[in-house]
């Protein structure tokens, strides 16, 4: 059972938007800033968002990421067949005094 | 570009020591901002962090590892490494090293490792 809850799978069509949500507590999300990865099959994962919206250089700006409350969520626009992998979010738990991962999303584009 | 590389032994012991190496290349792990962390993934599941080193060799580990982790720097040789004690079938991962960036309330990974393979087993 991961700190940070996310669904287990999402899907879409190619050229739909898609949003995956994180929701966590006051302990992490709530005080702590949220990164997202984006792991491609039998790769390692890859930074996607950083700082609940921030892009590193080279993630395309359909990638988009928000954060309110105790919840986030990484949406991505203009989906396209290379976007199909596991998405992971992240966060610091001060309570638990480490950085915790949600259990990660699978989308599948249809 | 940096660039980051696990090593070690891709079968261990049921009790034995795991010990893996991360190799920065491109960048140095004394440099200022920049923690060096690993974390690993059981096969079909999820990624759990392991812990970090500063380059002055300050640590933070995750609490459900820390009596069988740790993690220690070189800085002679621009690398880190890891060693988990006692180690069981369910510590069988893939293993990452990654830069962190760790500032006041943020967090995140900004370059990892390809990931290796460690199996527990007899």
């Known amino acids: 059972q991961s700190v940070l809850t996310q669904p287990p799978s999402a899907s879409g069509t190619p050229g739909q938007r898609v949003t995956i949500s994180c929701s966590g507590s006051s302990s992490n999300i709530g005080s702590n800033t949220v990164s997202w990865y984006q792991q491609l099959p039998g790769t390692a994962p890859k930074l996607l968002i950083y700082?609940?919206?921030q892009r590193p250089s080279g993630v395309p700006d359909r990638f988009s990421g928000s954060r309110s409350g105790t919840s986030a969520s990484l949406a991505i626009s203009g989906l396209q067949s290379e976007d199909e992998a596991d998405y992971y979010c992240?966060?610091?738990?001060?309570?638990?005094?480490?950085?915790?991962f949600g259990g990660g999303t699978k989308l599948t584009v249809l | 570009q940096v660039q980051l590389q696990e090593s070690g032994p891709g079968l261990v012991k049921p009790s034995e020591t795991l010990s893996l190496t991360c190799t920065v290349s491109?960048?140095?792990?004394?440099?200022?901002?920049?923690?060096w962390s690993w974390i690993r993934q059981p096969p079909g599941k999820g990624l759990e962090w392991i812990g970090y080193?500063?380059?002055?060799?300050?640590?933070n580990y995750n609490p459900s590892l820390k009596s069988r982790v740790t993690i220690s720097v070189d800085t002679s040789k621009n690398q880190f490494s890891l060693k988990l004690s006692s180690v069981t079938a369910a510590d069988t991962a893939v293993y990452y090293c990654?830069?962190?960036?760790?500032?006041?309330?943020?967090?995140?990974?900004?370059?990892w490792g390809q990931g290796t393979l460690v199996t527990v087993s007899s």
């Open positions: 992240a966060a610091w738990d001060d309570s638990l005094n480490g950085l915790v």
């Open positions: 080193i500063y380059y002055s060799g300050s640590t």
């Open positions: 990654a830069r962190a960036h760790i500032a006041g309330a943020t967090t995140f990974f900004d370059y």
């Open positions: 700082t609940n919206t």
């Open positions: 491109g960048g140095s792990v004394s440099g200022d901002s920049y923690f």
